[in-house]
């Protein structure tokens, strides 16, 4: 941790070596090495930025911020922050990466917010969508990028925004098959797959990191660091690390057994793919929603629509009527021809009558 006395303090103003200055608003958040301030451009002060520094930074340490930030300069994807520049101040003995300020609150904050400490499904599978894409969009590059510290503290919601964003590249490094990737920062146990704490990492580790993601999104549980994981394996032939519907039920058996294939502590045995890791995760959470419990015909016993019982009894009334109605008529001719003796009259009634069936009988077919 940091001393008070090293940090600049707010009102300050930083320059880089093309003149431009940017004043230091204030401090947003203090790491091992160096801190991360909100400052505004001194010209167009509208805008705000987030200057990321590190303090007297050895030779390793210097390489490896001016390679994050040639990183994100390079990168343009909506859940990447942008890196604007990298500059020194040899006056200071600190080196910053100037970026865009993401304003909003991380999903480890948000975590903790909750009924719990953990999200539904449904809500994880959109609260990482933004950030699977950004991680297939870093292995597509040429050469891979891996990340290497996916966690929810590096997962940020901004204010007023639909996605979230994918911070914190201080652990990326560029993926050359065969050549290996070995780590130079700290681990962040229960989200660091096995090989980096020693060897060499590849776009599977961050496929560890993903999955160990949504296990602590899930369940509210930050999974076993998998040092521990490799120890008890070991040593009592048992993986310690407990399926996520064990800890949270509401979690469907076939996601829990993703995210632990996805946490296999052997990268051979996870998926080979962060998109074929996210197509495993949808297509259960997508049947999870779609066989929700329904009422079905065999449940109970069918009615006919309204609009059906509307229609239906007319119909049963004019079936009624019809016959009386020709009853009526028949009586009529007949009494008719007895009384006259007019025959001829009550044989055009009866045609008549005839007449008026045929016109009456389309009527009483169903609609």
């Known amino acids: 941790m940091l001393q008070e006395q090293i940090l600049l303090p707010g009102g300050i103003t930083v320059r880089d070596p093309n003149g431009e200055r940017y004043v230091i608003e204030s401090l947003l958040g203090i790491g091992r090495s160096g801190a991360v301030y909100l400052?505004?451009?001194?010209?167009?002060?509208q805008h705000v930025f987030a200057l990321k520094e590190v303090i007297d930074p050895s030779k390793r340490d210097l390489e490896r911020f001016i390679f994050e930030g040639e990183i994100l300069k390079r990168?343009?994807?909506r859940a990447l922050p942008?890196?604007?520049?990298?500059?020194?101040?040899?006056?200071l003995k600190r080196v910053y990466l100037l970026m865009d300020y993401v304003k909003g609150r991380n999903l480890e904050t948000l975590r903790h917010e909750q009924p719990d400490q953990r999200f539904a499904l449904p809500l994880v599978i959109a609260l990482l969508a933004p950030i699977v894409d950004a991680l297939i969009y870093l292995h597509r590059q040429e050469p891979p990028i891996v990340h290497r510290d996916i966690k929810p503290a590096n997962i940020i919601v901004p204010v007023g925004a639909d996605e979230a964003v994918l911070v914190d590249f201080g652990s990326a490094k560029e993926y050359v098959a065969d050549a290996g990737t070995t780590a130079v920062r700290h681990q962040s146990p229960g989200y660091a797959a096995s090989e980096q704490y020693g060897s060499g990492t590849t776009p599977r580790t961050d496929?560890?990191?993903l999955g160990a993601t949504f296990y602590t999104l899930l369940t509210g549980t930050i999974p076993t660091d998998a040092i521990t994981r490799i120890t008890v394996s070991r040593s009592k032939r048992i993986d310690p690390l407990k399926p996520a519907n064990l800890l949270a039920p509401a979690v469907p058996t076939a996601i829990?057994?993703?995210?632990?294939?996805?946490m296999s502590i052997s990268s051979e045995d996870r998926f080979?793919?962060?998109?074929?890791?996210?197509?495993e995760m949808t297509d259960h959470a997508t049947q999870q929603r779609a066989h929700l419990p329904r009422v079905t015909s065999a449940d109970t016993p069918q009615a006919l629509p309204e609009q059906d019982i509307e229609?239906?009894?007319?119909?049963?009334?004019?079936?009624?009527?019809?016959?009386?109605?020709?009853a009526l008529l028949v009586l009529i001719a007949l009494g008719t021809g007895l009384l006259s003796h007019v025959w001829g009259l009550t044989i055009l009634l009866l045609l008549c009558m005839g007449t008026l069936l045929l016109l009456l009988l389309p009527l009483t077919r169903p609609r």
Request: proline content about 4%; overall charge positive.
């Open 39 to 45: 400052v505004r451009d001194r010209r167009t002060k």
């Open 75 to 77: 990168l343009k994807h």
């Open 82 to 91: 942008h890196v604007y520049r990298v500059f020194e101040h040899d006056k």
């Open 207 to 209: 496929i560890y990191g």
């Open 256 to 262: 829990a057994q993703a995210i632990q294939r996805a």
């Open 272 to 279: 080979a793919t962060v998109e074929a890791f996210w197509q």
């Open 311 to 326: 229609r239906t009894a007319p119909l049963v009334r004019r079936w009624i009527l019809l016959p009386i109605f020709l």
